[in-house]
């Protein structure tokens, strides 16, 4: 028989991302700063999925992430699955949602906004979760999430 898999070492305690779509985990990757982690990184890139054709998957030990970590992960990659790990056994299984409001995660793309010019928090009412659309506070400027750029 021959063998179809790669055995990974389990997490004892830490974090796995799972269902990524392939084409953003590079940009998840960049966002949690997963390249500086002194920790260990397991990265599976285009997995076969019976969900989503292919997905991404990422585990990241003795690393539990904020909820302002998460907030901008669900920018570039809503309702991708986090389980907690502790002792070996997932503790906890959640998805990723966008909030509501997004706070100093994305920069406005209009140059004329106060938040491009002067020192103060973007925040960005989540109008339309499932096509990405959210407006700016101050300047009311609506653009979709596929527009914007990361602080």
């Known amino acids: 028989m021959k063998r179809q898999e790669m055995p990974v070492a ?3 305690n830490g974090t796995v991302i799972d269902h990524i779509p392939s084409n ?3 940009q998840v990757v960049n966002l949690l ?5 002194k920790t260990p990184v397991t990265i599976g890139y285009n997995l ?3 969900k989503m054709g292919k997905k991404s998957i990422i585990k990241v030990a003795d690393k539990f992430f904020s909820d302002e970590e998460l907030n901008q992960l669900s920018v570039i990659t809503p309702n991708v699955t986090l389980c907690i790990i502790r002792d070996y056994d997932v503790v906890e299984k959640k998805e990723v949602r966008m909030p509501s409001e ?3 995660i994305v920069k ?3 140059p004329k906004c106060i938040t491009n010019n002067e020192p103060m928090r ?3 009412r989540v109008l339309d979760k499932e096509l990405g659309i959210i407006q700016c506070h101050y300047c009311n400027r609506e653009v979709t999430l596929d527009q914007v750029k990361l602080l």
């Open 10 to 12: 389990a997490l004892q």
């Open 24 to 26: 953003k985990l590079f």
């Open 33 to 37: 700063h997963l390249d500086t982690m």
């Open 48 to 50: 076969k999925s019976k």
């Open 102 to 104: 997004l706070t100093d």
């Open 108 to 110: 406005c793309a209009n």
């Open 122 to 124: 973007t925040r960005f």
